[in-house]
């Protein structure tokens, strides 16, 4: 059996380098294009779900 | 060798059981069991089962009272059935893209206890009646064996009747809704299913997206419905027979059914492989109501105080 984390916030991907900080790894990109291909990426790598927090900040949630 | 009569009775008992347990062995909405493999295990238990029910009646007759006590035997047997459906059901749980959740794992488990129970009761009651005219019209041979074959027959079909599961459809009204996005949330109605924030799953909801809305006709099925476990059969079901378009990658398109606290409906959002309308509502109802899930608080004064 696979063990992971769930309902936590796996990583952040967001362009206002001054929202964000803290405990989950942040990514920090240069505008929404980026983040949302970033997420993407993570996403599927993680296997978890995107959701936007507020513009231009997306986390990254496994359910 | 010459056949005696009593092995002759428990024979034709232990066939009418295993035929009973045959009657309700299908691949059915539930899509379970789908493999010959399964067949084989469940229809060995029923013949076993079968024989159990069968050698009681002769057992007593013979004067041998231990024998009948077998039965007991039985009860354990069926248990056995029970935990050895739950494990498996819950080994292959991870394996599923809609997982089935542990209330209907639960209830599809005691199903196959009590059909069990049923190829018993049915080998019990042929080989009673086969006993029973045998004492009163011993020569009419032909009769004897006919009735106990027609009362294996009735059991089969009343009992089959009695344990049916009932549907969803009967105690709530499922109706189409319309999906729309408020920002990065996903809305069907005035209930937020989900916050989706890629445009790209977006786009996957708002081209193949459905919804629907279920609505309980009494405070009973208000209730009900509310149960997790209920509401994890709906979207099991609705993905096992529309199909899904969704991957490992792609948790946000696991279908999810939400409550609205206000008044107890249910909305359901899936993004199937086949968008038929019909066919949703019609898989809706077809979810079976899980008996772990049922409530009844209208049985209570209190509960019909508030209503």
Redesign the interface.
């Known amino acids: 059996m696979s063990v992971s984390l769930k309902h936590q916030i796996a990583a952040v991907v967001t362009y206002h380098k001054n929202e964000v900080g803290g405990g989950a790894p942040v990514f920090y990109v240069a505008n929404q294009e980026e983040a949302l291909k970033m997420a993407r990426t993570l996403a599927s790598i993680l296997q978890a779900g995107v959701h936007e927090l507020s513009s231009g900040v997306l986390i990254l949630v496994k359910h | 060798m010459r056949w005696s009569e009593p092995a002759f009775i428990i024979g034709v008992g232990v066939i009418m059981g295993s035929i009973a347990r045959l009657a309700m062995l299908k691949v059915d909405y539930r899509q379970y069991p789908s493999y010959p493999q399964a067949y084989t295990v469940h229809l060995a238990f029923g013949v076993i089962s079968a024989f159990l029910g069968a050698v009681a009646v002769p057992a007593v007759l013979a004067r041998d009272y231990t024998a009948a006590t077998f039965l007991a035997l039985a009860a354990t047997q069926f248990r056995e059935i029970r935990k050895i459906e739950r494990e498996t059901l819950q080994n292959v749980e991870?394996t599923e893209l809609v997982s089935r959740g542990s209330a209907y794992i639960e209830g599809i488990a005691r199903s196959f206890e009590a059909r069990n129970y049923l190829a018993m009761v049915t080998a019990l009651l042929v080989t009673l009646t086969i006993t029973v005219l045998n004492t009163f019209i011993p020569r009419q041979k032909w009769i004897i064996y006919t009735s106990g074959i027609a009362a294996g027959i009735l059991t089969i079909l009343l009992l089959r009747k009695s344990i049916s599961h009932k549907k969803l459809g009967s105690m709530v009204m499922i109706k189409p809704a319309e999906i729309h996005f408020e920002?990065?949330v996903l809305m069907v109605g005035q209930v937020s299913m989900i916050?989706?924030?890629?445009?790209?799953?977006q786009e996957k909801y708002r081209r193949y997206g459905m919804a629907v809305t279920i609505h309980p006709q009494d405070p009973n099925a208000k209730a009900t419905i509310a149960n997790l476990g209920q509401r994890q059969a709906i979207a099991h079901n609705a993905s096992a027979l529309l199909g899904i378009r969704k991957d490992?990658?792609?948790?946000?398109l696991?279908p999810i059914v939400r409550r609205n606290i206000d008044i107890g409906d249910l909305a359901l959002i899936i993004v199937p492989a086949e968008p038929d309308r019909e066919a949703l509502l019609q898989a809706v109802a077809d979810t079976p109501v899980l008996e772990g899930a049922v409530r009844k608080p209208m049985a209570a004064k209190s509960a019909r105080m508030v209503d």
Not at chain 2, 195 to 201: E, Q, T, Y
């Open positions: 991870e920002g990065p916050n989706v924030g890629d445009p790209l799953i490992v990658d792609t948790p946000l696991t």
